[in-house]
């Protein structure tokens, strides 16, 4: 969360604590960084000072595309910037004032770290049943291998999986899964480690084994699969998903149709990216076949169980 780092004149003068607290900052802050501005949490340091946490309210159209309700919901972004009221010693406050662009900047970034959260909840909600998909097999495909190879035999030499799969990533792709406790690595043989010796694991038929460790993978070395490894696709499905799910969620509605154009114009605005109609409707496809979200004629709705293990997680307001 921003904060501010305004100088002296640009600064609000306050008397009390509670005209802080009972409305006169709001109406002031409305004022001048518009009218979502609103005043989330206030708490009081130990020096006595002040620390405000600013969040905005945005207007979201929300409706049902199949029954056309016209339904515009008013999304609280909380946390998007701090600001401090610096304590006189008489019982009043100076709180000195951010410019409007950092103020939006925090909007900005705050808003885009609940979108990136999401993307994580979805992403372990989702890949148990989505990594078979083809894009998500082929880009994932060195650590399916490495993960039933080293479940096939007790220990391998690292240089044996080298020549087996031909790549220079091995090592890499090794070292990150014994960082995850995925494998186990001593510089020449590799073998698993206690991730995948758990007892639940080890019960699966070997089909079942690989997809769940695979599943599991995902869910916990999210960010660092992509960072270190750079697999991309594994963000690719999340936000198609998510491109339906953020308004559900919102709206708390399971059941909400969206057709492929608000889906479209949802993806747009989240990410920030230009996509075609058809390419939406292509990866919806896809999901729907793994049965991630429901196909409903035009209509898109969500799969109950994964919607419900995503609002346990979700970080939407």
């Avoid at 078979?132 to 994932?140: A, C, D, F, S, Y």
Wanted: some cysteine; hydrophobic content about 35%; glycine content about 6%.
């Amino acid at each position: 969360m921003a904060s501010t780092n305004a100088g002296p004149g640009n600064r609000l003068k306050f008397h009390s604590f509670e005209e802080i607290r009972h409305g006169r900052a709001e109406t002031e802050l409305k004022h001048r960084y518009g009218r979502g501005i609103y005043v989330n949490e206030i708490h009081e340091t130990s020096n006595d000072d002040l620390v405000i946490s600013l969040g905005n309210t945005v207007p979201k159209d929300v409706s049902d595309s199949l029954e056309q309700d016209r339904v515009l919901q008013f999304i609280n972004i909380r946390d998007i910037y701090t600001l401090r009221g610096e304590a006189t010693g008489e019982g009043a406050y100076i709180v000195n004032l951010p410019d409007r662009d950092d103020v939006h900047e925090g909007f900005v970034q705050r808003r885009q770290q609940i979108i990136d959260r999401l993307d994580w909840s979805m992403a372990k909600a989702i890949y148990e049943h989505v990594f078979e998909l083809t894009p998500v097999e082929n880009q994932l495909n060195a650590i399916i291998q490495l993960v039933r190879w080293v479940h096939e035999e007790e220990s391998i030499p690292l240089s044996r999986l080298k020549d087996a799969q031909g790549s220079g990533n091995s090592e890499e792709y090794v070292q990150v899964l014994s960082d995850l406790g995925f494998l186990t690595f001593d510089g020449e043989m590799v073998a698993e480690g206690e991730k995948m010796q758990e007892t639940q694991l080890l019960e699966l038929d070997n089909d079942q084994y690989v997809k769940t460790v695979i599943g599991n993978v995902v869910k916990e070395g999210y960010n660092v699969l992509q960072d270190r490894l750079e697999l991309r696709m594994l963000r690719h499905y999340p936000k198609f998903c998510n491109s339906y799910y953020y308004d559900a969620l919102q709206r708390q509605d399971p059941s909400l149709h969206l057709d492929v154009d608000a889906v479209t114009r949802n993806y747009q605005r989240q990410y920030g990216e230009d996509i075609d109609p058809f390419v939406v409707n292509d990866k919806l496809n896809e999901l729907a076949e793994t049965e991630v979200i429901q196909k409903d004629g035009e209509y898109v709705q969500s799969n109950p169980d994964v919607y419900r293990q995503v609002a346990q997680e979700s970080p939407v307001s």
